[in-house]
């Protein structure tokens, strides 16, 4: 049973940082892409990054290029995004996603349950 649970979200001041991280269990980790997405309140789904199975590739969306930073550990069945110089529009569930291939053009076809970042002074 693929298992994808996020942890490290809380509230931050705007300016500060925190990485989250999500553990995955029950398939191949270091044989799929993986997102970031989230769901700020009263609004849609809005993706964030993806990096490409064995990390050498990455994007991001232009809201946070520059500010957050994906990266995985194969090894240890883990995915991060560091975010820095936080902004309260980045308050919002953080959930990880996986695809169904090595980059992100496969779709995603599984989600965590989502960890809650807020931003605000």
């Known amino acids: 049973e693929v298992q994808l649970v996020e942890s490290g979200g809380g509230l931050v001041q705007p300016g500060g940082s925190l990485r989250l991280s999500c553990a995955a269990s029950?398939?191949?980790?270091?044989?799929?892409?993986m997102s970031w997405v989230r769901q700020a309140p009263g609004k849609g789904v809005e993706w964030v990054s993806v990096?490409?199975?064995?990390?050498?590739?990455?994007s991001y969306a232009d809201s946070v290029k520059g500010r957050f930073t994906i990266a995985r550990d194969n090894a240890k069945n883990t995915l991060y995004l560091q975010m820095n110089s936080l902004k309260p529009e980045d308050t919002a569930v953080y959930y990880c996603?996986?695809?169904?291939?090595?980059?992100?053009?496969?779709?995603?076809?599984?989600w965590g349950k989502g960890t809650l970042v807020t931003v605000s002074s």
């Open positions: 996603a996986k695809y169904r291939g090595t980059w992100y053009d496969h779709g995603m076809d599984y």
């Open positions: 029950g398939f191949t980790f270091s044989s799929y892409a």
């Open positions: 990096i490409s199975n064995g990390g050498g590739s990455t």
